[in-house]
């Protein structure tokens, strides 16, 4: 199962409340036009005369695995590439004290490593190492030796060559990270946090500056943030320095309101709405990889017809979804889920997940 976490970024959250209620988001929408609010936003996000149009922000596809943006913190501005994650509502970036961890920290919980390698794995894992099928291989499909160093470092399994064993990575090291010092709209706030991710957590504490979507003219003023001061190893091979949580300030450790809803209550943008276009481009990195669009719609990639879901849950971007199918196989149970946007992969159920993988399996085969 250590593949299935491997880009979740998502805040390990243990939902417990009852899921029979069903709330549309309280975000309202708000006339626009009026203008006390023209003038406040035009000085605070120095848009000038484009005031109304939606911010749009370029990503980065990597391997259509990671997609990152730039952001930027502090007056002058400092750049740090994000993933922007709608399954979480936290924003962090290094700080310039973030050193290694402390190796007493918990390792992620992984299955035991297996004893022999089994030889009965399907043919497309044969292979592996170079095999775009490698995703689909049960840890079976692996070499003790390759598992040892995926159970160190979960990332390893993505890298080529696997990672140095003995090596404990430095995931501070080749990250922008964010100094204090150099930012004359920087305030102290210095409460501690720690993020739990499925992959292993980021801690340090909080500070309070100006945050923008760059290289769009979004800035959000007093903008509560992490600076991380130690990273779990998975980081070093993550190349982003850090995370914009998109979700809601339910799921937000420490409370925080995070930066889209900031600029939503504080009226930065026309329409509280953001749209996300993730380009497909293979095992390449490309630089206009898709585009987060902000206070309005993208019309260069949404369509005519807009379907809306309501929110079963303002807490992640959570809604009912009323059935799966592949090829012959359909299950029409409705289930929560997320929109995950930090997450290069879609988990389900065991049953869902193992009808679904015999499905494609069969036609991997069959092709
Ligand atoms: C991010 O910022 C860097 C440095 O300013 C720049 O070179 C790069 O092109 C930017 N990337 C995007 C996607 O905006």
Redesign the pocket.
């Given at each position: 199962m250590s593949k299935f976490v491997i880009f979740s970024l998502s805040i390990i959250l243990l939902i417990s409340e009852g899921y029979g209620v069903v709330h549309k988001t309280e975000i309202t929408f708000r006339p626009p036009g009026r203008h006390q609010e023209y003038l406040k936003r035009k000085e605070i996000t120095e848009n000038g005369g484009a005031a109304f149009l939606a911010f749009k922000q370029?990503?980065?596809d990597a391997d259509d695995m990671i997609y990152f943006?730039?952001i930027t913190i502090g007056s002058p501005a400092q750049?740090f590439?994000v993933v922007l994650d709608t399954g979480s509502a936290n924003l962090w970036i290094p700080d310039s004290t973030c050193r290694p961890e402390e190796p007493t920290t918990t390792a992620p919980t992984l299955p035991p490593i297996p004893a022999i390698p089994d030889r009965n794995c399907p043919v497309f894992c044969d292979g592996l190492e170079d095999s775009g099928w490698r995703h689909f291989c049960s840890s079976k499909c692996i070499t003790p030796d390759h598992y040892k160093k995926i159970r160190n470092n979960p990332s390893a399994f993505f890298m080529e060559p696997p990672m140095d064993e003995a090596a404990e990575p430095d995931a501070c090291a080749n990250k922008h990270r964010y100094n204090s010092e150099k930012s004359d709209t920087y305030e102290k706030d210095g409460k501690p946090f720690t993020l739990a991710y499925g992959t292993g957590s980021a801690k340090g504490f909080f500070g309070i500056d100006k945050v923008c979507f760059?290289?769009s003219k979004l800035c959000i003023p007093d903008q509560t943030f992490g600076q991380a001061t130690h990273l779990a190893p998975f980081f070093a091979n993550v190349p982003v320095d850090g995370i914009l949580g998109l979700a809601f300030p339910a799921v937000s450790v420490g409370k925080v309101t995070p930066p889209f809803i900031k600029a939503v209550e504080e009226k930065l943008i026309d329409e509280p709405i953001f749209t996300v276009f993730m380009a497909h481009a293979g095992a390449t990195v490309k630089?206009?990889g898709g585009w987060f669009t902000y206070g309005g719609l993208d019309s260069d990639n949404c369509g005519d017809i807009i379907a809306w879901e309501p929110l079963s849950k303002v807490a992640f971007w959570e809604f009912k979804l009323r059935g799966v199918k592949v090829g012959d196989y359909e299950n029409e149970d409705v289930v929560d889920a997320i929109s995950d946007t930090g997450t290069s992969l879609i988990s389900a159920p065991v049953a869902v997940v193992e009808n679904v993988c015999t499905f494609i399996t069969f036609m991997q085969i069959l092709n």
């Open positions: 370029p990503i980065v943006a730039n750049t590439q760059a290289p630089r206009t």
